[in-house]
């Protein structure tokens, strides 16, 4: 759902947590960021950019931007990250999801950037590191004022948990006198 609606819930007091990238604008919440996670240049197999460690990201201003639409903060983000490089796009086409924009990617109508997360959904598609490194914030959002129960303590404590081994897995020892 767009984030604004997600916010709006929220706020409303309809959902209890959100999970998105933050910051985000509202009254009265709270958010705690649980990892950060690379934003990446998608571009479709057969692309001349393909084959790349990473990309220029001022490179790519040839290219159609392929985004989400207004409402989404992965739009926001992109859209603040190819300004900031200085990235000026053909064309844009907007999309209400990344599964879609990874069928035009890969069907060669344009290129995207979208977070590592979504990487599961991007067969057919090469996700390239851009230059410069962009970053996103991904958190949990939830009102103040609301009573904070052990039950919501304890899910937002194992959401943080559960995102650390993910983003950070531990390393496992190896026994004592094995080599590889």
């Known amino acids: 759902m767009p984030t604004a609606e997600?916010?709006?819930?929220?706020?409303?007091?309809?959902?209890d947590i959100?999970?998105?990238?933050?910051?985000?604008?509202?009254?009265n919440?709270?958010?705690?960021e649980m990892f950060r996670e690379p934003i990446l240049l998608a571009v479709p197999e057969f692309h001349v950019l393909a084959k790349s460690e990473k990309v220029l990201l001022r490179r790519v201003s040839e290219e159609r931007l392929l985004i989400l639409k207004e409402g989404h903060c992965l739009r926001d983000e992109t859209l603040t990250l190819c300004s900031r490089a200085r990235a000026r796009f053909d064309a844009q086409f907007e999309a209400d999801q990344l599964a879609s924009i990874f069928e035009l990617i890969r069907a060669g109508f344009g290129v995207s950037?979208?977070?590592?997360?979504?990487?599961?959904?991007?067969?057919?598609?090469?996700l390239i590191p851009v230059e410069p490194a962009a970053m996103r914030r991904v958190g949990y959002v939830r009102l103040e004022r609301r009573y904070l129960s052990r039950v919501m303590e304890s899910f937002t404590s194992w959401l943080c948990e559960v995102s650390r081994e993910l983003?950070?897995?531990?390393?496992?020892?190896?026994?004592?006198?094995?080599r590889e």
């Open 6 to 15: 997600l916010i709006r819930q929220i706020e409303d007091g309809a959902i």
């Open 18 to 27: 959100g999970i998105l990238s933050i910051p985000v604008e509202g009254h």
């Open 29 to 32: 919440l709270v958010m705690r």
């Open 113 to 126: 950037l979208v977070p590592e997360m979504a990487g599961r959904a991007a067969a057919g598609c090469r």
């Open 167 to 178: 983003t950070h897995p531990p390393v496992k020892p190896r026994p004592a006198g094995k």
